[in-house]
Structure formats: C-alpha cells, structure tokens
T-cell receptor, first 114, second 115 residues
Framework: DAGVTQSPTHLIKTRGQQVTLRCSPK?????VSWYQQALGQGPQFIFQ???????QRGNFPDRFSGHQFPNYSSELNVNALLLGDSALYLC?????????????FGDGTRLSIL | AQKVTQAQTEISVVEKEDVTLDCVYE???????LFWYKQPPSGELVFLIR??????QNEISGRYSWNFQKSTSSFNFTITASQVVDSAVYFC????????????FGKGTTLSVSS
C-alpha cells in the first residue's frame, strides 16, 4: 500500500521564477493538504483540497496556488519566488469522512531559492 | 485562536534513560484532536498517536506513553528506555472538529539519544 509520494525531492530555483510541486495521496485518501516547513520550525498550513476545490487556506499570499485532480493527486504552484520561500514543502493526505482523521505525510520537497 | 507550545527546544539523553516531551495547547473548541508526529532526519513526518478531547485515558504503546490532561491543557509524551533510533524531532499538533481543519503544529522538540 503506497503512502504519500511527492516529487521532486529537491529543487533549486532563482528569485522570480515559478515552481510546481506534485503529490500523490495515500491509497484511499481523498483530501490533500500542503504545509511549508522552514528550517527549525514546525510545519505551517498552506491550504487543503477536497473534491478538486480549495476548502481551507492558511495565511499565505496568492502567489501560492494549488490544484487537485480527479484522481485526488495535487499540485502546489508558487509564483514570483522569494528567498523566504526556501523551505521543506510537505504534502499530507487524509480521509474527509470522520472528524480528526490523522494526516499522513510524504517525504517532502526541499526547495532552495538562490 | 489555536496554539501549541513545546517549550523544550532540545533534549539530550543517554540510551535507556526515560524522557518526557511536553506539549501545552490553547483552543476555544470543545471538541478537538491532539496528535504527536516524529520527524527523523529524512524529513517525513510519521504519525504516532491521535487523541480526541473527550478521551482522557492515558495510552501506552510499547516504550511510548501519552498523558492527556484537559485540566492543564497538556498532552505529554514519554519514551521509556530511550534508544538511539528515537533521535528525531517530535511535533505536537492540534486540530479542530470541522471537516478539513488544518493541523496547528508546535515548534518541535529535538531529541538526541546517545549510546
């Protein structure tokens, strides 16, 4: 049973560029959440997708956008990259049915902005 | 507003010592969920346990145990007879009762177990 998979593992970009990160949820999960984890910090919620729509959003600018596909996989897009966007980006999947379902995380994509 | 505080930034112990990681939370919800995750150097967050706000029973799983006390808004995690493989960053997290609610994480506690 495959867990959450993310690609790529590492990415290096320069300021002003755009990036797309990808995530496939754990089998049977229908909800995908994205988190940003800066060095030495806990993960910060970016947004969550369910039924191909953004259901909830954290305190991140519009430069951060996403998409969920019919097969529940998801993309995170970041435009006009800033140095401060350097972080580990984590994707998590869960089941919407039932409250408080644990989120299961992928290995993350480490994004470095030069 | 919801908040999770992990006051211990780093803890160092020697193998076989017991260690307790503290977690204090703030929420106005009457129904909420608490979680612990482990993050080894590889980066993946590994789910360890979930507790809902109506279940204050302590739980033990092998060398791991959790103490949930609603009166003090704490959800502490104890590792008994620590091992080198326990070295990781441990995060406590909180979520509300609505569908799709985000996880609010603490800043984490780095545990180093030496042999």
């Amino acid at each position: 049973d495959a867990g959450v998979t993310q690609s790529p593992t590492h990415l290096i970009k320069t300021r002003g560029q755009q990036v797309t990160l990808r995530c496939s949820p754990k089998s049977g999960h229908d909800t995908v959440s994205w988190y940003q984890q800066a060095l030495g910090q806990g993960p910060q919620f970016i947004f969550q997708y369910y039924e191909e729509e953004e259901r909830q959003r954290g305190n991140f600018p519009d430069r951060f956008s996403g998409h969920q596909f019919p097969n529940y996989s998801s993309e995170l897009n970041v435009n006009a990259l800033l140095l401060g966007d350097s972080a580990l980006y984590l994707c998590a999947s869960s089941l919407t049915q039932g409250r408080g379902q644990p989120q299961h995380f992928g290995d993350g994509t480490r994004l470095s902005i030069l | 507003a919801q908040k999770v505080t992990q006051a211990q930034t780093e803890i160092s112990v020697v193998e076989k010592e017991d260690v307790t990681l503290d977690c204090v939370y703030e929420t106005r919800d009457t129904t909420y969920y608490l979680f612990w995750y482990k993050q080894p150097p590889s980066g993946e967050l590994v789910f360890l346990i979930r507790r809902n706000s109506f279940d204050e029973q302590n739980e033990i799983s092998g060398r791991y145990s959790w103490n949930f006390q609603k009166s003090t808004s704490s959800f502490n995690f104890t590792i008994t007879a620590s091992q080198v493989v326990d070295s990781a960053v441990y995060f406590c997290a909180l979520s509300g009762n609505q569908a799709g609610t985000a996880l609010i994480f603490g800043k984490g506690t780095t545990l180093s177990v030496s042999s």
